[in-house]
């Protein structure tokens, strides 16, 4: 099933950058640190910045005389500082405007003693204030780093005034929030001394008053929950001092703001419940600026853990949980040969699946529910359903450890669209080991079609879809199948009576996510599919059919022969194939007959030792020859129409021989003409 969460043709557009701007000379950054009595955490603080290695940063560190120790630990880094301070200070407020007023950055911010920046976000940071002159402030997507090592990501959210005003104020991060100098200017230049918690609340209301926030889609900073804290420990005086402070903003607007904006002011200052914030979205959501996505600025994902990256998870830190795995290896993997992509439709009860014995075959989802009817296992497997995924976790655990011979493939994070939108690494429900692959995901867009719907590039990401078969299709491509058939994609589908529905769909319906209260699941191979307790997404199979068509266009434009064998169904988007007629004679005989995991390193191996000097390891093993891909590949690129005449030459010449029906029926057409030849002659 797909997300079904972000449409094709969304409301808000995403921010384009301008290929103009450039970050030639990279803005100023100025970061202030205060500090007081926190030497536990005090140096990853530091780090966390200095080793960004931005390479025009201002680095203040103010210390209000610590008496733990933490003056020693400063001092480790005292040459890279631009400004150190020790000495007793009035308080938090007290130490940021001592700091920032030793700063003289393009863009500020300040990270305070518990906290992190991640790897990357100052060069992010930069870019995208170089990129983007219109953009004067901006903020990340919400993280924190709890004691017990997890890390949690929160869904990135849109920022405006108007729904500040409306209570919806809770999570501008200040960790992950930068501005220009200008606007700090326009602003007063200053920390208010009025209020005791919410500093940075109090500045972000004013900041509104000269200037949108934009929101990056992706984590800047991170913050830290510890015990003692003193954010958390005064939490209910920081939220009484914000819904002070935005009561007092919403009774100065100026007259002409709320002339404009008055159908969309509250008649009560509060702040709003989950239920509220989901009721006012669409009407709020007019106002929003555009979202900065991660494409936008040339940053990996594979950067973004707070702690250095291990080949191991580790509960008690979030190393490596958002890190990408290098899937180069798999680019023309199987290089001219094809493939079946099955999806779950209730045709699979109509076709003789023995007959995909030795074949090339990518599983999905709850495909483990038809193990007790089949002697064969699929080669490759996917699953990126944001409510799929985590309720069926641990089947796939087991499933995969079952069947070693799997290669997997998921979403390196799981982004839930209902319910509480949460955002966490899909390595805490489904730790690595041998033969999982986890990749980057991208939100599908209309920016730069039909490469923003279908990637051709599935190292660098794989678009989010709207059917997990669209993913399917975009790693098949990249492993260089040119044949590929799909079976049991049905797309059709009845959502049952008595199926509990929530959220909100692409188009404002209810019920985007689901929850089956029966063993009745009339849409898939087996009724318990989605059955009692399941959860899953509306199939909103107009949206699945439009990826579908982008699918085609990206396989025409590549050569790749994209079939629909399944039996039936309404996905008319392909040319239709019998899915008989594929095995008739010995036609199968052309296929690799994996008996082994297929994963990079085995195959290359077993190709390499095949191999004259000079060729590639690339291979196509056909009829049990070795066709030699590197040459084939490169006449490909230099002339597409002869390398697919060759090759369809090739494959009925390999029919022909393995076939000895269509030897005799060529000998006897040979014989025939040879006899006519002769018969003309007297």
């Keep these: 099933m797909g997300f079904g969460g972000n449409p094709l043709k969304r409301e808000r557009q995403t921010l384009p950058p301008d290929p103009k701007r450039t970050v030639l000379n990279p803005p100023s950054i100025s970061i202030v640190t205060p500090n007081f009595n926190s030497v536990e955490y005090i140096d990853r603080t530091m780090k966390s910045v200095l080793d960004q290695n931005y390479p025009n940063l201002e680095y203040v560190v103010i210390d209000g005389a610590s008496t733990d120790g933490s003056q020693a630990v400063i001092d480790k880094y005292q040459d890279r500082l631009s400004a150190y301070v020790s000495e007793p200070d009035q ?8 700091g920032f007023a030793m700063t003289s950055g393009d863009i500020m911010g300040w990270i305070n003693s518990d906290d992190l920046l991640l790897p990357g976000s100052l060069a992010a940071i930069g870019e995208l204030f170089s990129k983007y002159p219109e953009v004067e402030w901006v903020t990340g997507q919400p993280s924190a780093l709890h004691d017990d090592g997890t890390w949690k990501l929160h869904k990135p959210l849109s920022w405006s005034r108007i729904r500040f005003l409306n209570g919806n104020y809770r999570w501008i991060q200040q960790e992950s929030t930068f501005w220009r100098r200008s606007l700090w200017d326009r602003a007063g230049a200053h920390l208010s001394r009025d209020v005791d918690i919410a500093v940075d609340f109090e500045l972000w209301v004013r900041f509104f008053r000269h200037a949108e926030l934009y929101t990056y889609q992706m984590p800047l900073g991170t913050f830290r929950y510890r015990e003692g804290q003193r954010s958390v420990a005064f939490a209910d005086r920081y939220e009484a001092e914000t819904l002070s402070i935005i009561q007092r903003e919403a009774e100065t607007l100026d007259d002409a703001y709320r002339k404009t904006f008055q159908a969309m002011l509250p008649e009560t200052i509060h702040p709003l419940t989950p239920a509220e914030a989901d009721a006012l979205d669409r009407k709020l959501s007019i106002c929003d600026p555009p979202m900065i996505t991660a494409e936008d600025v040339s940053r990996r994902e594979e950067s973004l853990s707070p702690e250095p990256t291990s080949s191991v998870i580790r509960r008690d830190t979030a ?10 290896p798999f680019k023309d993997l199987h290089a001219g040969e094809r493939c079946f992509i099955m999806g779950n439709g209730p045709s699979l009860n109509k076709m003789d699946l023995g007959k995909l014995e030795g074949e090339t075959v990518f599983g999905c989802n709850s495909i483990f529910l038809l193990f007790d009817r089949i002697n064969w296992r699929p080669t490759y497997y996917a699953c990126v359903d944001s409510r799929v995924l985590p309720d069926r976790a641990a089947d796939i655990d087991n499933m995969l450890a079952d069947c070693p011979t799997i290669t997997a493939f998921f979403p390196n994070e799981v982004v839930e669209h209902s319910g509480e939108m949460r955002r966490f690494p899909t390595r805490t429900i489904l730790p690595p080991a041998e033969g999982r692959y986890y990749f980057r995901e991208q939100q599908n867009s209309l920016k730069n079609l039909p490469y923003s719907m279908f990637s051709t590039d599935i190292d660098d990401h794989i678009v989010q879809p709207y059917t997990v078969t669209i993913t399917m299709l975009q790693i098949a491509i990249y492993m260089g199948f040119s044949e590929i058939y799909l079976i049991g994609c049905d797309t059709d589908y009845t959502v049952p009576e008595d199926t509990v ?11 985007l996510a689901l929850t089956s209260t029966h063993d009745n699941d009339p849409n898939h191979f087996d009724p318990r599919y989605f059955g009692a307790g399941r959860k899953w997404h509306d199939p909103q199979t107009d949206m699945m059919i439009e990826h579908h068509r982008y ?14 064998a399944t039996v039936g169904g309404k996905l008319e988007v392909y040319p239709r194939r019998d899915f008989d007629s594929l095995f008739d004679g010995n036609a199968a005989a052309t296929v690799t007959k994996p008996r082994k995991p297929v994963r990079p390193e085995e195959n290359n191996r077993r190709a390499t030792s095949l191999l004259p000097a000079g060729y590639s390891a690339e291979v196509e093993v056909s009829a049990g020859r070795v066709w030699y891909a590197g040459p084939a590949l490169k006449l490909r690129e230099a002339s597409p129409l002869l390398f697919h005449a060759l090759r369809a030459t090739r494959r009925f010449a390999a029919r022909i021989l393995a076939s000895p029906l269509l030897l005799l029926l060529l000998a006897g057409m040979l014989g025939l003409a040879a006899w006519i030849g002769l018969g003309s002659r007297f």
Aim: proline residues 0%.
């Design 551 to 564: 699918a085609r266009t990206v396989g025409e434009l590549l050569g790749v022969e994209i079939y629909n």
């Design 501 to 511: 529905k929530e959220g909100v769909k692409a188009n404002g319906e209810a019920g």
């Design 319 to 328: 190393e490596y949980l958002l890190t990408c795995d290098d899937l180069t």
């Design 91 to 98: 308080g938090h407020v007290d130490a940021l405007s001592k």
